[in-house]
């Protein structure tokens, strides 16, 4: 195949080629490999990639796209490589920094002798919004307020390494630099057994060491959890990722609580104590208390605990005021100033306006630099000043000269090239970043990163937020290929084993409640419509299915305005109908969306696809047998998510809830439904029987067993009592009885007997009462409105189940409150 690549520019460094055109030797191998694949064989590995990606569910949110949470995470085909003598140097350089920048939090956080000796703006420091002054004097264990570091790395034209970025705060990307090493090995395993990449597991190793042996924990065994924003953070997925690979619960704010200075989970069998939090959340939103009042997603009263010596935050609170980039300059003279020695990895260029001589300088180089705020306050973007007129830039030079301590100039970063493949073989800006963490003998850091991809080929910035792929990054030279495997830390016997989940929080098993009621409520609203539009297709009389038009506007699914062709379409697709079909499958994958550690691959990748297709639905003018067609793959789609809940979950309290949710919902659908048929005159009726079977998925085992018509008898016997039937009000009612009765047991809460004892007056209805032979139509009526009375108070018992499931274990109100509540 040509090479389109082989001429690269002077003006910056091209990863593969050197300047005459020749490969690079460390690349010699992946360009023979390129050399030999077509463009038919690479294109179907990338999108076997994307394939990957998209079926693992690996996403980031860019804010204001329109795909929301559900873009795709974008990962390039060929990797960026490193020789092993190269990333030597760089991964020596990136723990020296880190070392440096942990030694200048412990000082700004304590005595402040370089401030006090001017080696350190004290403007840069009190200025910038993540200096916490209720920080000052705490020391976290260990002396460790850096437990994971990242630098963001531009290569020059000569070749070197630059630092354009300490990330101090709570950096993000390295659960993505794993992913996509399992995705891309996948997809080029000979090459990367060929190459003997290092490998990343060790980093994440050394990561749940140190956290377990810094946590303050005695004598208990340290629970540590992650702490997210939520799900519409950029990076949630790889907050789900890092939990899973790392065994940490996964927990937001409202999850944990703080008691005489000490942090508990909130868990669905009481309080756990937590001591050590992984926090991804930003510095001053993590406790509403003492920093950012506002703020909705914090603990209140953490910062106490940790004052407190009670519980380990990684990284430690107030350490995102490292990264001005004011403070890039001043940095080689404190390393030298602390430890004697220079630094080995040296920043980009960068002049902090709050002095005069670099405010000069700065000003008299306007339109070559880079202008950046110094602190996150400052709400501007980042200016080129060669992008500027003159009068733009004597403006931005007035700007700069009143508040000079609010700005900083730095040198552009001709950002190195490498090939990516996107159709052809291209050439596209690259940045790294790099990760350390913390260990006991010092930070080591992971033989790998994150490259990230520009998406123009003339960007001078690389961002993910501006719609950036990502490279996974090859360290090559490792003797022999050994597989990535996560070692244990300890010696597990049968004293240690567990059999369900001792940390699992009581809002994951609320969304795991409520996502199955949407589950069963999204059901019957399909198979209702279903019924309802295949009918209307027909062209039957409207008179032989008015009584299930009568259940839909009873059950809110259809609105009450408008011809019934439009009352239909609406039902299925107007988001803005709060009861529609589209409405419960957004409400259904949002509950998704908070238990997603908890569901399987392939439940997840099915949830995407069906809530991909509704949306495709929405945003088109579709006919009816169109979404007729849609109703049937719904309807599949959904008893397929029924087993991957009853195959693929274990069978924990997160489990048993979500059946209860499902249980409840049915029950409710079944017994409001088969009310509401009872009460019209739809009961006499073959074509009302008919469709009600079907509503209750229920056709084929009546054909089977009668080979006749539908009838009113061997219809209610089926639907209502018999035990067998698992779309039988009895079946679910006594298994219900039976969920509810051993969660009070299991918690010592009082059992409630009404459900009990309405299952009782369901398992002793006569149907014989129903025999026209021994009653007239009259007498029949009144026995089916007594039915239909039954069976109301069936669905009000189990609503009410509900509502106290909801106050007992997802508020935590006690049974004496709960009088209180409902008062």
């Known amino acids: 195949m040509a090479d389109p690549l082989a001429s690269p520019s002077p003006a910056s460094y091209h990863e593969m080629f050197a300047a005459d055109g020749s490969v690079r030797p460390h690349w010699q191998r992946l360009h023979q490999h390129l050399q ?4 038919t064989q690479l294109a179907q590995r990338q999108a076997q990639l994307a394939r990957h990606l998209q079926e693992n569910g690996v996403t980031y949110n860019i804010y204001a796209d329109p795909d929301g949470t559900d873009r795709p995470w974008e990962l390039d085909l060929l990797p960026q490589l ?79 390494w630059w630092v354009t970025a300490d990330r101090t ?40 060491q140190s956290l377990l042996r810094l946590a303050p924990s005695g004598q208990e065994p340290p629970l540590v959890v992650l702490l997210t924003p939520g799900r519409f953070n950029e990076s949630y997925f790889e907050h789900l990722f890092l939990a899973r690979q790392l065994g940490y619960p996964l927990v937001e704010g409202s999850d944990l609580t703080v008691r005489d200075a000490t942090v508990y989970l909130k868990t669905l069998g009481g309080l756990r104590r937590v001591h050590a939090i992984m926090r991804r959340l930003d510095d001053d939103f993590c406790d509403p208390l003492e920093l950012r009042t506002d703020s909705a997603l914090g603990v209140p009263g953490l910062l106490d605990a940790v004052r407190q010596g009670r519980v380990l935050v990684a990284n430690a609170l107030g350490s995102g005021v490292l990264e001005s980039p004011g403070l890039l300059g001043f940095l080689p003279a404190i390393n030298q100033h602390l430890f004697g020695e220079a630094l080995s990895l040296p920043s980009i260029a960068t002049w902090w306006c709050g002095e005069p001589p670099a405010l000069e300088q700065a000003l008299a180089r306007l339109p070559e630099l880079l202008i ?13 000043g060669r992008d500027l007129d003159e009068a733009a830039r004597d403006a931005l030079a007035g700007r700069i000269r009143a508040r000079p301590y609010a700005y900083v100039a730095q040198e552009l970063a001709q950002l190195s090239q490498a090939p990516v493949w996107q159709g052809t073989l291209q050439a596209r800006p690259i940045g790294m970043r790099v990760y350390a963490v913390a260990t006991a003998d010092g930070y080591r850091v992971l033989s790998g990163g994150l490259t990230r991809v520009a998406a123009l080929a003339d960007a001078e910035v690389v961002s993910m937020q501006r719609g950036g792929a990502s490279k996974d990054t090859w360290v090559l030279g490792e003797a022999a290929p050994v597989g990535e495997q996560w070692q244990a830390s300890r010696a597990l016997g049968v004293a240690d084993l567990i059999r369900q989940d001792p940390y699992l929080p009581s809002r994951v098993v609320e969304n795991l409640f409520w996502f199955g009621r949407y589950c069963e409520r999204c059901d019957t609203s399909a198979r209702l419509l279903r019924i309802l539009l295949s009918r209307y297709l027909d062209g039957e009389h409207p008179s032989t299915w008015q009584a299930a038009v009568a259940l839909a506007e009873e059950l809110e699914l259809l609105p009450p305005e408008g011809t019934l062709a439009e009352r239909l379409r609406a039902a299925l697709l107007d988001a803005d109908w709060a009861f529609s079909l589209r409405a419960n499958l957004q409400r259904l994958q949002w509950t998704a969306a908070q238990v997603r550690g908890k569901l399987s691959r392939e439940n997840w990748q099915a949830l995407v696809e069906l809530q991909h297709e509704a949306q495709a639905l929405g945003g088109q003018t579709v006919d009816f047998g169109e979404l007729l067609d849609f109703l ?4 599949m789609s959904l008893a397929a998510l029924s087993g991957f809940a009853l195959d693929d979950m274990t069978r924990d309290e997160g489990w048993r809830f979500l059946m209860i949710g499902r249980r409840i919902e049915r029950l409710q659908g079944l017994s409001l439904s088969l009310a509401s048929f009872l009460r019209g005159p739809g009961a006499f009726d073959q074509a ?6 079907e509503l209750g998925n229920s056709s084929i085992t009546y054909r089977s067993r009668y080979l006749a018509v539908a009838q009113l008898i061997p219809v209610l016997d089926l639907l209502l ?58 007498s029949v009526r009144a026995v089916l409105d007594g039915l239909a009375e039954l069976l109301g108070e069936i669905a009000k018992a189990s609503l009410q189940a509900s509502e106290r499931l909801a106050l007992r274990h997802f508020v935590h109100v006690d049974d004496i409150s709960q009088q209180t509540v409902s008062a």
Request: net charge neutral.
């Open 688 to 693: 009302g029987l008919e469709w009600l079977l």
């Open 169 to 208: 705060q709570a950096p993000s990307g390295a659960g993505f630099a794993l992913e996509n090493r399992t995705l891309v090995t996948r997809t080029l395993p000979d090459l990367y057994r060929d190459l003997h990449v290092q490998h990343l597991a060790g980093f994440f190793r050394n990561l749940q």
């Open 372 to 384: 950046k705020p110094a602190f996150p306050s400052q709400s501007f973007a980042a200016l080129f």
């Open 721 to 778: 009592l018999d035990q067998q039937n698992p779309h039988a009000v009895l079946f679910q009612l006594k298994l219900l009885v039976r969920a509810l009765e051993r969660s009070s047991d299991e918690f010592g809460s009082p059992p409630d007997p009404t459900l009990a004892l309405l299952a009782e007056r369901l398992y002793h209805f006569d149907l014989g009462s129903l025999e026209h032979a021994l009653f007239g139509k009259a």
């Open 82 to 160: 490193i020789p092993a003598q190269e990333w030597q140097a760089l991964a020596a350089g990136i723990a020296q920094r880190a070392h440096l920048l942990n030694a200048v939090l412990a000082d700004i956080y304590g005595p402040q002798r370089l401030i006090g000796e001017g080696l350190l703006p004290s403007e840069l420091v009190f200025g910038h919004n993540n200096f916490l002054w209720p920080c000052q004097g705490i020391t976290p264990p260990g002396s460790t307020f850096l437990h994971v570091y990242a630098a963001d790395l531009a290569r020059g034209p000569d070749g070197r």
């Open 36 to 39: 030999r694949s077509g463009p």
């Open 632 to 635: 049937n793959r719904l309807v």
